[in-house]
């Protein structure tokens, strides 16, 4: 009976997904729509949006004072500006893969400074075989815990290590009787040299997946014609854990150079040491413990990392919970392949303690959600910037849930597709674009929605 109640369920969530794109409003404000500065973190917010070739970086009021150009970041993930007006970020692309051919740098005038592509050798759909990184969704420099600002850290060291997440092809009977396109980290030099890797697909009995999973991904769903391979597992971030009490306090699991990952097709996220184990894991399924029960079944899930020291909520996971539908399992009325197994049609913000697994924080809204890319950053001043990436929105809440910032992506004229959405944003302070003079901030005052309107 719980399972016949569970797929009603189900049900009736994609019920609701269906409905979501036809309720869509087709006239709405963009911009920065509430501003109060005397409840933020004021500073530059730096944008990646999807399918652009640029960097933007907005002030409080939502003006562009920044825009770096030669990218091409929605295969590769997120861009990030260091200290002194530099940006890190993707370029290239590798269709229909979703990956990008290089990480760069550039400096404040544009000029390329730093590049990493040397991964593996591709032959593009013009035949020409060249080097490429193989990089998408996630990359993190050694000395940028968690990828955003902390008072305790100033990124930009030359002899940092960069942590690439990356594409890899080939068969693994163990997974599935199809090419696969694996998810690979790689650990990099200053110079390029690849100093450590991991390859997911060789550690697939260490997840957990039941045996009604395994048979799902032995049966080949998800397979691409396109691709010629099967995305199984999907990384879509990876992050140095960083420094953090737990390591300090003799717990080794948290080692400051393991990685956390997050699979978005399984519901896992893990932490991996330096010898290759899972050493920590939250997923697939929610329902195998009381604290995973408590904190409710995680879905399509992005961004998960551990609050770097020198911010409220320090050593504790954050996850943006997605929804949307994700995991393996048994064929049900809304997976009738075996995936895609859970289902929600709202989004989280999760903070959790990762030793109790205690639900310490978390952001919900009967209207919030985007079903794929975003994130979450915890601000000095105990606040979250928040990236409801699909619907092109970020914004800002105070631990209460108060929404004190707010900018809503306008469609870019540099996509094709008229994309508005926003990959990931981050919130850095105004002196690491020196520059940049300093902008003046002004209140904004947004009228009560049932003011809201257009005159005749």
């Not at 045996?211 to 691409?224: C, D, H, I, K, P």
């Amino acid at each position: 009976m719980y399972h016949i109640r569970r797929a009603a369920a189900f049900t009736a969530i994609i019920f609701c997904l269906c409905q979501i794109s036809f309720a869509a409003p087709t006239v709405y404000p963009t911009g920065t729509t509430i501003f109060d500065p005397s409840r933020t973190w004021n500073g530059y917010t730096v944008l990646t949006i999807l399918d652009t070739p640029l960097v933007v970086v907005i002030d409080m009021n939502g003006n562009v004072v920044k825009e770096w150009e030669g990218f091409n970041l929605s295969p590769g993930g997120p861009a990030r500006v260091i200290p002194e007006g530099r940006v890190l970020g993707t370029t290239g692309a590798f269709p229909p893969h979703q990956e990008a051919l290089a990480l760069v740098q550039q400096d404040f005038s544009g000029n390329e400074t730093w590049r990493f592509d040397r991964n593996e050798q591709i032959t593009l759909p013009d035949g020409n075989s060249i080097w490429s990184a193989r990089i998408h969704h996630d990359w993190q420099r050694s000395d940028f815990p968690a990828g955003y600002y902390s008072p305790q850290f100033t990124p930009g060291s030359d002899d940092a290590r960069t942590l690439v997440l990356s594409h890899h092809n080939h068969v693994d009977i163990n997974v599935a009787a199809v090419t696969l396109e694996d998810d690979r980290l790689l650990e990099v030099a200053p110079d390029g040299s690849i100093l450590w890797e991991w390859l997911a697909s060789e550690h697939i009995n260490a997840f957990g997946f039941s045996e009604q999973a395994r048979a799902t991904l032995l049966a080949g769903v998800g397979y691409s014609p396109a691709r010629g391979s099967m995305d199984w597992f999907h990384i879509n971030s990876a992050t140095y854990v960083g420094p953090n009490k737990w390591f300090d306090a003799g717990d080794e699991r948290f080692h400051p150079d393991n990685v956390i990952i997050s699979s978005r097709q399984s519901s896992v996220i893990a932490i991996i040491n330096r010898t290759g184990n899972v050493v920590w894991q939250l997923g697939p399924d929610f329902d195998r413990s009381a604290e995973e029960l408590a904190i409710g079944q995680i879905i399509g899930q992005h961004h998960a990392h551990l609050i770097p020291p020198g911010l409220p909520g320090a050593g504790h996971v954050m996850i943006f919970d997605n929804g949307g539908s994700s995991g393996y399992g048994a064929p049900s009325p809304i997976a009738p392949n075996g995936s895609g197994i859970y289902a929600r049609a709202t989004s989280r913000v999760l903070e959790i303690d990762p030793i109790t697994l205690k639900l310490v924080w978390q952001y919900r809204q009967p209207n919030f959600f985007s079903t794929n890319i975003s994130g979450a950053q915890r601000l000095p001043n105990g606040n979250t910037l928040i990236t409801e990436g699909a619907p092109g929105r970020v914004f800002e809440v105070t631990p209460d849930g108060a929404i004190v910032w707010e900018y809503q992506n306008a469609p870019s004229p540099y996509s094709r597709r008229g994309s508005n959405s926003v990959y990931r944003g981050y919130r850095i302070p105004y002196d690491w674009i020196p520059q940049l003079p300093a902008p003046q901030v002004q209140a904004l005052n947004t009228p009560p929605l049932g003011d809201f309107h257009v005159s005749p």
